[in-house]
Every structure is written in structure tokens, then in C-alpha cells.
Nanobody, 123 residues
Framework: QVHVTEFGGGLVQAGGSLRLSCASSGRTFSVYGMGWFRQAPGKEREFVAAIGRTASDTSHIDSVKGRFTITRDNDQDTIYLQMNSLKPEDTAVYYC????????????????WGQGTQVTVSS
């Protein structure tokens, strides 16, 4: 079992920045990759960014490329999502997730989920 917990959400004005953190615990040696997802009211949960076991193995959806960056600190079993130039459409609950296999970036590919942290971007 792997437990993940998100930190760092909040309210920010458009154009501002936030950094989300996700700490993992438990059987972290079994984790193949981790990712960030978000869910806005009335919408499905969507993939935002993912990172594998190496720092260079990353993926970001097109709408956040150049604005969001996912990184990891293996010593701390923690990943981060640096969010710059935030837009109102980035408003959502952001979830951290972990997976045991390299099987893509769909919601179903991830095995362990955090409770989520609210990010609200005002215009």
C-alpha cells in the first residue's frame, strides 16, 4: 500500500503562482510513477502531469506546458507541481496519484490517490 498526501493549494490571482507538494509513504519502493490530476466542478478528472522514476521522465498536458512543471525529490519521496501564470480555467481540485506499472496516464492507470487540494484562480 502507498499513501499520498497533497499540500499547497489555495487562492491566487490570475497570473500568480502556486507550488503543490505530494508526500508519499508506505511501499514507496514499488512506485513506478506519480502524477497530478485535476477535477473542475461538473467535469471529469483529467491528467495534468506525470513523472517516472527519473527526473527527466516527465509528461505534461498541452494546456499547461510552459506554465506547470512536475519534479521529484527521491530522498523525500515527494513530488511537486510548480504552477506559474495561473489562469481561472486552472481552478480545480488537484489530486496526486501513484502507480505500480508503466501503463499510461489515464485515471485508471493509477493505483493510489490522495484526498485532493483545492486550487482557485480568481480573474
Amino acid at each position: 500500500q502507498v499513501h499520498v498526501t497533497e499540500f499547497g493549494g489555495g487562492l491566487v490571482q490570475a497570473g500568480g503562482s502556486l507550488r503543490l507538494s505530494c508526500a508519499s509513504s508506505g511501499r514507496t519502493f514499488s512506485v513506478y510513477g506519480m502524477g497530478w490530476f485535476r477535477q473542475a466542478p461538473g467535469k471529469e478528472r483529467e491528467f495534468v502531469a506525470a513523472i517516472g522514476r527519473t527526473a527527466s521522465d516527465t509528461s505534461h498536458i498541452d494546456s499547461v506546458k510552459g506554465r506547470f512543471t512536475i519534479t521529484r525529490d527521491n530522498d523525500q519521496d515527494t513530488i511537486y507541481l510548480q504552477m506559474n501564470s495561473l489562469k481561472p480555467e486552472d481552478t480545480a481540485v488537484y489530486y496526486c496519484a501513484a502507480k505500480n506499472r508503466g501503463n499510461g496516464y489515464s485515471v485508471g492507470a493509477y493505483d493510489f490517490w490522495g484526498q485532493g487540494t483545492q486550487v482557485t484562480v480568481s480573474s
